[in-house]
C-alpha cells in the first residue's frame, strides 16, 4: 500500500503542471495571510497613532516609525531596503526565483512601521516581495524544479496582490503583466488559483468589502473625449513623480547622512509636511474615498497643492531609505489627476456637460498606475475590481492604454524596472539576453587536441594538418603553457601551396597574436559581439595566460538553442 | 579547465594567515586563486536550489585600500597568479552576488566572538547551507599558517564519506602528498568499513594510492583523533545528521573543527570530482 502511494506521489511529481496546480493553492493561501497580517497591522497602527498625529510633536512620528523600520530591516535582519518588486523581478530574471527567507516577513514589519507611522507609501510591494519569498521557499522545500519555482514565486505575488485588494484579477494581471512578462498557461492556471486562495483568505478574515465604495456613473462621449485630457496630464504626472523618486534617492545617496539615520530625514520632511496637509500621511485612501463619492471639499488650487505634497511626501518616503510600495500614492496623486483636471475643465467649460469628478478620479487613478509601471492591464482591472466601477470601462482602457504609451516614450523603462535595466539585470524569460546570461563561457569552451609550438615548421605543421578536420590552431609556449597566437588555415592558404617554404616558414611566423581572446568568466552577449565585430567563427579562451580551450559560434548556437527550449518549457 | 579557490580576504593579520593557506592550497595543488575583497557587510551566493546570505563581521572591511596590496603581496611570495573578484551582479541594488562556479571555497576561520557564528569560518548555518548546495568543497583554514604535508580523509563509511574520499585522493593525486584515512569504529567493525568501500568502488584505489588507514576502535572520539598527524590537510564530508539530532548531540563536524588546528575540506552532498 505504501508502495502504491509512493507509486502515485511519483507520478504527481514528475508532471510539472499538476504540482505546481496543488501548490499554488497553499502558496496563494500564505501569501493572502501575509497580506491580511499586514493590512490588519496598518488598520490597527493607523487607529492607535490617530490621535497622536494632532499633537504638535505628532511631526517626528514618521521619522520615528522610518527609523525604526531601517534598523529591523538593516540591522536586525541585515537585508537591504528597496521597495521589493524589483529583487522579485530580479530574482525571476536570473535566479529561477531564490529570494530568501527572511524576505517573507522582513519587508511585512518594516513597511507596517513606515506607512503605520505615516510614512507615504503603499503596502502592496511589501505584500509582493513576501508572498513571492513564501512561494519561493515553498518551492525550495519540496526541491521543486527552477521553472516551477518561478510559477510559485508568481503565485505568491498573485495571491498577496489579490488578498490585499480583495481583487483576484488584478492579482493575476499584475503578475503575469510585471512580474513574469511571460503570458503562458504554464503559469497562467496556478497563478489564477493562488489569486483566488488569496482572495479567499481575505475575504473570510476581513470579510468580501472591496476597498472604496461602489458609484454608478453615466458615462457620455463628452467624457470619452475628455478622458485625452487624463492621458497627457496623467503623463506628464507620472514622469515628473518617476524622476522625482529617482532624484530623491540620489539626493539621498549623494548626502554623508548615516544610512540608518536616512529615512529619519525623510520621514521627518513628511511629518513637517502633514501638519499643514494631513491628507499626505499614510496611504490616503479615505481620500480617495472622498473623491471618488464626491464629498472631496477641497478646492481646486488646494487640490493642486495636496497633489504636489503627495508627490513629495511619496519621494521623501521612499527616497531616503522608507520601506513600502507605489500603488496607494499612485491611487491616491492619480484620484487627485483626475478631480483637479475635472474642476478645471468644469471651470472653464461650465456649460460641458460631463459625468462626476468621482468618475474622472478613477480615471486619474488608472492613468497614475499604468504610467507609472507601464502595465496598461494591471492599472484598468484594479480599478475596476477595487471601486466596482465597471461603468468607466471604455474610458479608462483609453487612458490605461495611451498613459503607458505615452510614458514609455518618454521613459522607455517603468519605476520598478529601471534600476534593473540600467544596470542591465533586466532579463525576460525566453529573450536572447536572458537565455545568454543562463550559459557560461566555461560550459560552452572546447578542448583543442592539438597546440601548435611556434618553433614548428610549416612542413610538421602541414602533417599535422593531414590529419585533422579543424581549420583554427592554436599556439602555445611547450614550457610554460602560455597562450602565444592562432592559425587560421584560411589565411595561410597560399603558404600551404608553396612547396618551397614548408622547410623555411615557422609556426610563429604565420600565427596571428592579435587576435582577441575570452576569459571563462566573460558575459556571453560581450563574446557574441566580438565575434561579430571582429568576423570569427570561434575565439580562443584564455585563462592566466594558458589556453583553455577554443569557443566556437556553433558551439553556441547549439547550445542556445537547448537553453532556449529549457526557458520555453517545451 | 583549470581547478579554482575563492578566498574571501579579511585584511587583518588573522585573515593573512587564512589567506597564507589559501595560497599553500592552490600553489600545492596547482590551484587558481580568485580573491574577493568584500566591500560590505553582506554579499550573496546563488546556489541551483538555494540562495546563501553571507554576513561577514565588520573586520572584513578594513582599511579597503590596502586589501588589495597586501593580498598581492602575500600572492608574491608564492608565487601565485591571483584573480581579484568583481561583482557584476547585485541584489536589491546593494548586495554583490558572487559566483558560485568555484572548485573549492575558502571560509576562513573568522574572530571568535559572537558575531562570527553568522559568518564565514565557523561551522554554523551559513558554512553548512554553503557545504549543503555548492557543487565544491569548502576549504576551511586553522587559525595559524602551516604547511600540510598530507592528507587525511575521514572515513564514516557514509555516502558523503565515500566523495570525500575521492576528494582525499584527487588531492593526493594533483599535489603528489601521501593520503591516509582515519576511521573512528563508534558503532561498526573494521569489515563494515572494507565493505562500504568495496560497495562503492573505491577498495582498488586504495591500495596504490593510501598509504596508511588508521582504525581506531579505543578510547572516545575525541581520543581518537590523536592519531591524526598534526601537519595534515584533514578531508571529511559534511555530516547530514538530522536537525534534532544535531541539537541534542550536536555535529560532530564541529566537535573536530573545535578539537582540530588542521585546515579542513568539507565536502557536501553535491561535491563530484572523478577519480
Redesign the interface.
Known sequence: MLKAARRKWAVFRSDDRLIVIAMAGLVGACSGLAAVALNRSLHFMGTALHTFHHHWWGVVLPAVGATLSAIFLNVLL?????HGV??VV??VS??GG???F?SSYSRLVSSCLTIGSGGSAGPEAPVVISGAALGSNIA?FF?LK?RQRITLVGCGAAGAIASIFNAPITGLVFTVEVILGEWRSFNIIPIAIAAVAGTEVSRLLQGNQIVFPRQHYTIGLPDIAASFGVVIVATVVSVVLGRMLKGMHGVAMRTHIPPLVRPAVGGLAVGLLGIYLPFVLGEGYLSVQQMIQGTFSQGLLLAILVMAAKMLATALTLGWGGSGGIFAPSLMIGSLVGLVYHRFLSWIMPTAILSNEGCFALLGMAGLLSGMLQAPLTGIFLVVEITGGYDVILPLIIVSALTSTFCYYIEPASYYLR?LIE?G?FLRPGTDARVLSDL?V?EL?KEVPTLLRGDMLLREFLTILEQSKEHLFPVVDPHSGAYQGMIFVDRIRPFLFDRQMYGVLMIEQLMESNVPTVA??D?LSEVLSLMEHEDLEALPVV??R?F??LLSKSTLLDHYRKELIVQAGN | MTERLLHVFQNTPLGRESLLQSLHFCKTLGVDLHIYVPESKQFLMYFDHDMVQVDLNRSYLLSPESAVDHARQLADLFDVHVTFLVPKNYTAAQLPDIPTHYTYMCCPQSISDLSAKIGLGYVGPKVWRIAKSSTFPVFMTGRVYKPWTSITVCYTGSNNANKALRWGLHLGHNSGMPVELFTFMERHNAAYFDEQLRQAGLWDELGDRVSAWHKIDRGSFEEAFYAVGHDTLLVLGAYSHGLIKVLLFGSKTEKIQAWMPNSMLLVGPHCAVEV
Not at chain 1, 78 to 82: H, I, L, N, V
Request: net charge positive.
Open positions: 541585515k537585508e537591504r531596503a528597496g524589483p529583487e530580479y530574482a536570473r535566479y531564490l529570494l530568501r527572511r525550495k526541491s527552477e534600476d544596470r539585470q557560461a566555461r569552451v571563462p568568466d558575459e585563462e592566466n594558458r583553455v580551450g
